[in-house]
T-cell receptor, first 114, second 114 residues
Framework: DGGITQSPKYLFRKEGQNVTLSCEQNLNHDAMYWYRQDPGQGLRLIYYSQIVNDFQKGDIAEGYSVSREKKESFPLTVTSAQKNPTAFYLC?????????????FGPGTRLTVL | AQSVTQLGSHVSVSEGALVLLRCNYSSSVPPYLFWYVQYPNQGLQLLLKYTSAATLVKGINGFEAEFKKSETSFHLTKPSAHMSDAAEYFCAVSDDTNAGKSTFGDGTTLTVKP
């Protein structure tokens, strides 16, 4: 079955540590996205990538970094510079070619800073 | 620039009653509109989308939405609510000027009372 996987489902981090969230898709989609979700605030775009080896900042990129070395993978690193990282993180992918192609979402990773 | 406003962060209905979740959008060019559903601690799943082919769009689980250009609205409805409809619902907009990025509303939590 095609889809998007995110791991781990739950992640705990001590202050000052960097952590990396995994996102893998086997849908053969070119575009991938990372969102942060906080209660009552909807989804906010962190980074997105439309092609391998290229990515752009979203609305809240500060304190985060990404890489896109393979079409299937788009890992997100939450750095110690992110002051309030506790949140639910969602990865998505989309078939490019038209803006009416919807995004497919992974199950999410809940990050908690201790 | 594109934006989405979901009216009402919480909506409560009785089982069997009509469900109406409101979404208004803003876009400088013809929009593509989406409704997604999210169950607790899960990713988002597409309910339906408007791509200009028809103004009344039918989706999964008995939901439908009508695109009204004059009112810049894309409200989600279901004739008879079921307990399993309890979830958070997100309206999203994208267009051909924005590299496939979607802008999401803040979400509406639907509660279904027995």
């Amino acid at each position: 079955d095609g889809g998007i996987t995110q791991s781990p489902k739950y992640l705990f981090r001590k202050e000052g540590q960097n952590v990396t969230l995994s996102c893998e898709q086997n849908l053969n989609h070119d575009a991938m996205y990372w969102y942060r979700q906080d209660p009552g605030q909807g989804l906010r775009l962190i980074y997105y990538s439309q092609i391998v080896n290229d990515f752009q900042k979203g609305d809240i990129a500060e304190g985060y970094s990404v890489s896109r070395e393979k079409k299937e993978s788009f890992p997100l690193t939450v750095t110690s510079a992110q002051k309030n990282p506790t949140a639910f993180y969602l990865c998505a992918s989309r078939l490019t070619g038209s803006s009416y192609n919807e995004q497919f979402f992974g199950p999410g990773t809940r990050l908690t800073v201790l | 620039a594109q934006s989405v406003t979901q009216l009402g962060s919480h909506v409560s209905v009785s089982e069997g009653a009509l469900v109406l979740l409101r979404c208004n959008y803003s876009s400088s060019v013809p929009p593509y509109l989406f409704w997604y559903v999210q169950y607790p601690n899960q990713g988002l799943q597409l309910l339906l989308k408007y791509t200009s082919a028809a103004t009344l769009v039918k989706g999964i689980n008995g939901f439908e939405a009508e695109f009204k250009k004059s009112e810049t609205s894309f409200h989600l409805t279901k004739p008879s609510a079921h307990m399993s409809d309890a979830a958070e619902y997100f309206c999203a907009v994208s267009d051909d000027t924005n590299a496939g990025k979607s802008t999401f509303g803040d979400g509406t939590t639907l509660t279904v009372k027995p």
